[in-house]
């Protein structure tokens, strides 16, 4: 049985009549040659179906064109959500996006990444600011620009791309606050290896003591990114005597959870209580009630962190640091405070 071989330059080359190394640079480095041989060239390719040797290109150019991320899980909208954006900004620059997951474990963060660069990325976006001194250290060492998204830390060294979390949180809380809402609950993401959603609740405590009130310890429970854990979060919550007439929770997931578990209890948002979450995700409008929120430009912060590493990788300065801005969205889940602080308990439905 004969066995075709594929289809390489040289046959793309002699089909656009021209040379190998003018189909090198075309591939390379398009902005090297004229549109007119570079639509020559393209057309070539897609008649021949010719695929370029990646290795053979990273050989020659001392690149791979390939981005390297680490997110800590893709159980989550906005993780998804962002990558799709990264992923199509990459593209459109000819270059190829590898993924790892971490599981907010610093350690594994930093074996995936020794990984990633075993394999030839040119640069690497990483979440959040918790990293291993170790790993700080190999992307020294390997001289690999990185940046961290989800976080705006101007004062540091390294490029971050993101919000003021804790700024963004303080401006959530005096929002309830300014509604006359005294008993403030939070339902937080994990802290531990989490400076996003840590800097969230210092966010909250900064509001909450400008205006002369405090955090109850019984008012604020930590639980994982889901439904099942934000709604016996809820359940605790409201089973306290008072309990909050108001609840600000690490992101809409959580406030998801303590919306349907607020539901289910029979209270009526936002008379009984009113309910935040942060990010906005596209259920966020839909829900009823309509889920009051702090409005993060995803797509933004992924697209801003693939354009400094490619422009760095063009031998480019671009800005080390990049703020997004987070606004209020006020809907339907928020309301004023009632005018008789609540002292019912709600017993948890039994199962």
Same mark, same amino acid.
């Given at each position: 049985?004969?066995?075709?071989?594929?289809?390489?330059?040289?046959?793309?080359?002699?089909?656009?009549?021209?040379?190998?190394?003018?189909?090198?640079?075309?591939?390379?480095?398009? $902005? &090297? #040659?004229? !549109?007119?041989?570079?639509?020559?060239?393209?057309? *070539?390719? %897609?008649? =021949?179906?010719?695929?370029?040797?990646?290795?053979?290109?990273?050989?020659?150019?001392?690149?791979?064109?390939?981005?390297?991320?680490?997110?800590?899980?893709?159980?989550?909208?906005?993780?998804?959500?962002?990558?799709?954006?990264?992923?199509?900004?990459?593209?459109?620059?000819?270059?190829?996006?590898?993924?790892?997951?971490?599981?907010?474990?610093?350690?594994?963060?930093?074996?995936?990444?020794?990984?990633?660069?075993?394999?030839?990325?040119?640069?690497?976006?990483?979440?959040?600011?918790?990293?291993?001194?170790?790993?700080?250290?190999?992307?020294?060492?390997?001289?690999?620009?990185?940046?961290?998204?989800?976080?705006?830390?101007?004062?540091?060294?390294? $490029? &971050? #791309?993101? !919000?003021?979390?804790?700024?963004?949180?303080?401006? *959530?809380? %005096?929002? =309830?606050?300014?509604?006359?809402?005294?008993?403030?609950?939070?339902?937080?993401?994990?802290?531990?290896?989490?400076?996003?959603?840590?800097?969230?609740?210092?966010?909250?405590?900064?509001?909450?003591?400008?205006?002369?009130?405090?955090?109850?310890?019984?008012?604020?429970?930590?639980?994982?990114?889901?439904?099942?854990?934000?709604?016996?979060?809820?359940?605790?919550?409201?089973?306290?005597?008072?309990?909050?007439?108001?609840?600000?929770?690490?992101?809409?997931?959580?406030?998801?959870?303590?919306?349907?578990?607020?539901?289910?209890?029979?209270?009526?948002?936002?008379?009984?209580?009113?309910?935040?979450?942060?990010?906005?995700?596209?259920?966020?409008?839909?829900?009823?009630?309509?889920?009051?929120?702090?409005?993060?430009?995803?797509?933004?912060?992924?697209?801003?962190?693939?354009?400094?590493?490619?422009?760095?990788?063009?031998?480019?300065?671009?800005?080390?640091?990049?703020?997004?801005?987070?606004?209020?969205?006020?809907?339907?889940?928020?309301?004023?405070?009632?005018?008789?602080?609540?002292?019912?308990?709600?017993?948890?439905?039994?199962?």
């Amino acid at each position: 049985m004969k066995i075709d071989r594929a289809v390489g330059i040289r046959e793309v080359a002699r089909l656009a009549g021209v040379s190998t190394a003018s189909i090198s640079r075309a591939l390379n480095n398009p $902005a &090297s #040659v004229s !549109a007119e041989l570079r639509a020559r060239i393209d057309a *070539a390719i %897609e008649e =021949l179906g010719y695929i370029p040797d990646a290795a053979a290109r990273a050989l020659a150019s001392r690149r791979t064109r390939t981005i390297g991320a680490i997110i800590p899980t893709v159980d989550n909208a906005m993780f998804a959500r962002g990558i799709e954006a990264l992923q199509r900004y990459l593209s459109s620059q000819n270059y190829l996006l590898l993924l790892a997951t971490s599981g907010y474990d610093p350690e594994v963060e930093q074996q995936q990444a020794q990984n990633m660069i075993s394999r030839g990325i040119d640069g690497l976006i990483l979440r959040g600011d918790v990293h291993t001194p170790g790993l700080r250290r190999l992307l020294e060492m390997q001289r690999i620009p990185f940046v961290n998204v989800g976080v705006y830390h101007p004062g540091k060294p390294y $490029a &971050s #791309v993101g !919000a003021d979390n804790e700024d963004a949180a303080r401006r *959530a809380c %005096e929002y =309830l606050i300014g509604l006359g809402h005294t008993q403030i609950g939070v339902v937080a993401a994990l802290a531990r290896h989490n400076d996003r959603a840590s800097a969230r609740v210092q966010g909250i405590r900064r509001a909450l003591e400008a205006a002369g009130l405090a955090l109850r310890p019984e008012w604020y429970i930590e639980v994982p990114y889901k439904l099942d854990d934000a709604r016996q979060a809820a359940r605790a919550l409201l089973a306290r005597t008072p309990h909050p007439t108001a609840v600000i929770c690490g992101n809409d997931v959580l406030a998801y959870g303590v919306l349907l578990e607020a539901e289910r209890q029979g209270l009526r948002l936002p008379r009984d209580l009113s309910v935040m979450g942060f990010d906005d995700l596209e259920w966020s409008r839909h829900l009823r009630p309509s889920l009051t929120t702090m409005h993060l430009p995803t797509d933004e912060v992924w697209t801003r962190a693939g354009e400094f590493l490619v422009r760095t990788l063009a031998g480019e300065n671009p800005p080390l640091h990049h703020e997004v801005d987070a606004t209020l969205v006020v809907r339907e889940s928020t309301g004023k405070a009632p005018k008789e602080p609540s002292g019912r308990s709600v017993k948890a439905p039994t199962r």
